[in-house]
């Protein structure tokens, strides 16, 4: 059975000016419960990889600079 | 003779502690404290600093038995009550006894509970007959408090690792656990004298009404894996008909949280503003009530605060949006929902296991023993009805010392190469499908059809063909893929899902009565039928790999109840003899 692609919307946004990620920061990455959070190497920023929230928030209770913004998701708002 | 791939890494531990929520954390501290020589290993699938039902904390304890409000006694029998007489009362009075113990101990590690101005514990009345419910409004710090003294003690601890399966040794023991690794998908196997269990409720078995498969009442990561990876090392569940439904907030899928705001003056009520419950404590005879009005035309249900003072709902405010789910601020301002002039909408969650709430779980003695030697359970995934948070660390402690007395007495067991060989295979199949159904659409069709067949009201009929659905999702498993480690790590959750569904729909079957009110209400048995359903009802991995069900007897209560009491959780509905 072949596989498609289907875009969602996520909850959680990262302001890519305060992200500190290209200077090693984690943090966001290390607390979320559900591993939904990763780095991109390229950009140098944390983004949320995976459609999979309980909008718990303490990716964006921990974050440093406050780059972290988690609303409800698109389904439940 | 078979040996075990060198693909995996095998580490050796003492005492296994898998799950570092609340329970697990307490667990691995009181194993090192009872001897500190011990190898104490605390696996989570996450992250300790954040993981498990209390990521971002707790505003209250819900089941505080401190000298003075409440006895152990009288504890025993408001619980036995409030589950309809099924409880092994030697384990409900295990954790009464030691219940303010551990405010003691929590209090001295820095947990700020609510004091009035004598320096007493502020403990306020929610249940029905007795008073337990002790405020934390300080409650996000319970998790750095934890993380420190696991610091302390040196528990070594393994962050981002998931367990597939327990291994057992040549008598049936447990001898460790098969690990995963959800970003490299890497395996492992740990080999243990003992493990103990404390994997949190199965909270991924209904679906939300939102649709959304982590808009779940539960932390969704707790799937389910506790209750499945017990029943494959052949370990007796039990209650598992008892299901977990909680009264939440609509759409947003958290509590609303009747037990801040009930103390304060807060209640339920109907579409009119009017009260329909006498007592907003959770249980299954208070959630009958609920889904009664919900269907019965003076619905929705509402939490309704707007009649409260303005301190009164500022301090509220401040509590429900800092502790335990503070995104339900977020969620109000989108839908502008202010306390102060507008209800709350409620409405009945997704079912569930969870032993902390209901009763539903891996079966354990006061001792947290499970039925399989060496194995513990501890937290919302083990048996002891209406547990909660201040039970999973009461439990974590019982389970952590008597594991390491365990220690002492038996020889670290023998693995067997054919088990873990046979489940690296099982794990790593769905990463080498490049095509085939992915983890979330087998997941979602699960959970659609746990909602569609067996959530209650419960009709025969309906759970024999969730039967027959779920036996055709088995067979899908062979097409079960995963395109990277994470996803890998869903799949295994499926497995553990669709595992957990078989439970619940066998267990459902065999209590031919109704019980716990809306928990099991049964359309086709609707009365409780005590001559011949006085029982426990407990679950195992049968001969044909299916669940089996069979009767556990009631050990004789500890503490008896006063007839008059017997049925006071029967009779939460308000009479209204005024004619509208």
């Not at chain 1, 419960?33 to 780095?39: G, K, M, Q």
């Not at chain 1, 909008?55 to 698109?74: F, L």
């Not at chain 2, 004598?118 to 008073?131: A, E, I, S």
């Not at chain 2, 009945?348 to 709430?357: K, N, Q």
Request: negative net charge.
């Amino acid at each position: 059975m072949p596989l498609a692609n289907t875009l969602t919307s996520v909850p959680v946004t990262v302001d890519q000016e305060k992200c500190i990620a290209d200077k090693g920061c984690t943090v966001c990455v290390d607390v979320c419960p559900l591993d939904v959070l990763a780095i991109n190497a390229e950009a140098g920023t944390a983004y949320m990889k995976y459609d999979e929230c309980w909008y718990c928030m303490p990716c964006e209770a921990d974050c440093p600079t406050g780059a972290v913004n988690v609303s409800i998701p698109y389904l439940l708002r | 003779m078979t040996t075990i791939s060198k693909e995996d890494s095998i580490l050796e531990a003492d005492v296994l502690v898998i799950g570092g929520g609340t329970a697990g954390p307490m667990a691995a501290v009181k194993a090192k404290e009872a001897n500190p020589n011990l190898r104490v290993v605390l696996l989570e699938k996450a992250n300790v600093k954040r993981s498990g039902a209390i990521s971002m904390g707790m505003d209250g304890l819900n089941n505080a038995v401190i000298p003075g409000h409440a006895t152990p006694e009288q504890y025993v029998k408001e619980i036995t009550i409030a589950n309809d007489g099924i409880v092994n009362q030697k384990t409900v009075m295990a954790y009464a006894r030691g219940s303010y113990d551990m405010i003691k101990l929590l209090d001295s590690w820095g947990v700020k509970f609510e004091k009035d101005e004598t320096g007493d514990y502020n403990v306020k009345k929610v249940h029905h007959l007795g008073t337990y419910v002790l405020p934390m409004p300080e409650g996000h710090h319970m998790k750095k408090i934890l993380y420190r003294q696991l610091k302390r003690h040196r528990v070594q601890v393994i962050n981002r690792y998931m367990a597939t399966r327990l291994l057992t040794g040549s008598n049936g023991q447990v001898a460790g656990a098969f690990l995963l690794n959800p970003r490299t998908a890497e395996t492992a196997v740990i080999r243990a004298k003992t493990v103990i269990l404390c994997t949190g409720a199965a909270g991924r078995l209904g679906l939300p009404s939102s649709g959304y498969l982590f808009g779940t009442y539960e932390n969704p990561t707790n799937a389910g894996d506790g209750y499945a990876m017990a029943y494959h090392a052949g370990a007796e569940l039990s209650g598992l008909e008892c299901y977990q439904i909680n009264p939440l907030i609509k759409d947003y899928n958290g509590p609303a949280c009747a037990y801040v705001t009930g103390p304060m003056g807060g209640y339920t009520a109907n579409s009119k503003g009017e009260r329909f419950i006498e007592c907003d404590y959770w249980s299954g005879q208070m959630m009958l009530e609920f889904y009664r009005e919900l269907e019965g035309g003076k619905g929705p249900v509402f939490l309704k605060m707007d009649h409260l003072a303005e301190e009164t709902i500022s301090e509220i405010e401040t509590i429900l949006h800092s502790n335990e789910r503070p995104s339900r601020g977020r969620f109000h301002e989108r839908r502008h929902t202010n306390y102060r002039d507008k209800m709350v909408e409620m409405h009945i969650s997704e079912i569930g296991f969870c032993s902390g709430h209901s009763a539903s779980g891996v079966w354990v003695d006061e001792n947290a023993r499970t039925t399989v030697p060496g194995l513990y359970g501890a937290g919302d995934m083990a048996a002891v009805p209406h547990n909660y948070m201040l039970g999973a660390f009461v439990y974590g402690q019982i389970a952590g010392e008597d594991a390491a007395a365990y220690c002492a007495d038996n020889a670290m067991p023998e693995l067997d190469a054919a088990q873990v060989n046979q489940e690296r295979e099982r794990v790593l199949a769905p990463l080498k499908r490049s095509d085939g159904i992915t983890p979330y659409q087998m997941e979602y069709k699960i959970r659609r059809m746990v909602n569609d067949y067996l959530q209650p009201p419960k009709v025969t009929r309906k759970m024999e063909i969730a039967r027959e659905r779920f036996a055709e999702v088995r067979e899908d498993m062979q097409y079960l893929c995963a395109s990277d480690p994470h996803e890998l790590m869903r799949a295994m959750e499926t497995h553990f899902i669709l595992d957990c569904a078989e439970m619940a729909a066998a267990a459902s079957l065999y209590r031919t009565e109704s019980r716990w009110g809306l928990y099991h209400y049964r359309v086709d048995y609707p009365e409780t039928d005590n001559d011949t359903w006085f029982t426990h009802v407990q679950t195992i991995k049968g001969e044909d790999t299916m669940p089996a069900c069979f009767k556990r007897p009631i050990d004789p209560y500890i503490v008896e109840l006063d007839e008059e009491e017997k049925d006071s959780y029967s009779k939460l509905r308000i009479n209204n003899f005024v004619q509208q």
